[in-house]
């Protein structure tokens, strides 16, 4: 099984989500984040003094998908968050050893 973490944009959010269930991959875990890439913030104005906002506000997206899934989840996760355009975020794919549901404490691909 593998965990992908996408960082997106906040408006592209709807799209990943429904391009992917309509792909047969639920459940997800959405959480707001700040940082900043290569994009490194922006400049704003606010009632007529300039400040940099540093930390650019995103959503990351975390899915665990079986490793066959794997290639499908990122081609479609790209397709739906691209705009083109600097600041469109980053996919991170780590190995993950076990997944337990709390619930009946089903293990591995099962509790998925």
Same mark, same amino acid.
């Given at each position: 099984? %593998? %965990?992908?973490?996408?960082?997106? $944009?906040? =408006?592209?959010?709807?799209?990943?989500?429904?391009? *992917?269930? &309509?792909?047969?991959?639920?459940?997800? !875990?959405?959480? &707001?984040?700040?940082? =900043?890439?290569?994009?490194?913030?922006? !400049?704003?104005? /606010? $009632?007529?003094?300039? /400040?940099?906002? #540093? =930390?650019?506000?995103?959503?990351?997206?975390?899915?665990?998908? /079986? #490793?066959?899934? *794997?290639?499908?989840?990122?081609?479609?996760?790209?397709?739906?968050?691209?705009?083109?355009?600097?600041?469109?975020? %980053?996919? =991170?794919?780590?190995? *993950?050893? #076990?997944?337990? $549901?709390?619930? !009946?404490?089903?293990?591995?691909?099962?509790?998925?």
């Amino acid at each position: 099984m %593998k %965990k992908i973490e996408a960082i997106v $944009r906040h =408006f592209k959010l709807e799209d990943v989500k429904n391009a *992917l269930t &309509e792909k047969g991959i639920i459940g997800m !875990t959405i959480t &707001e984040v700040r940082g =900043f890439g290569r994009q490194k913030g922006h !400049t704003e104005m /606010y $009632r007529g003094t300039e /400040y940099t906002v #540093d =930390f650019v506000p995103k959503v990351k997206v975390e899915v665990v998908v /079986y #490793d066959a899934r *794997l290639q499908t989840a990122l081609d479609t996760i790209v397709k739906a968050a691209h705009t083109g355009q600097i600041g469109d975020g %980053k996919i =991170f794919v780590s190995e *993950l050893t #076990d997944v337990v $549901r709390i619930r !009946t404490g089903e293990t591995g691909g099962d509790a998925l």
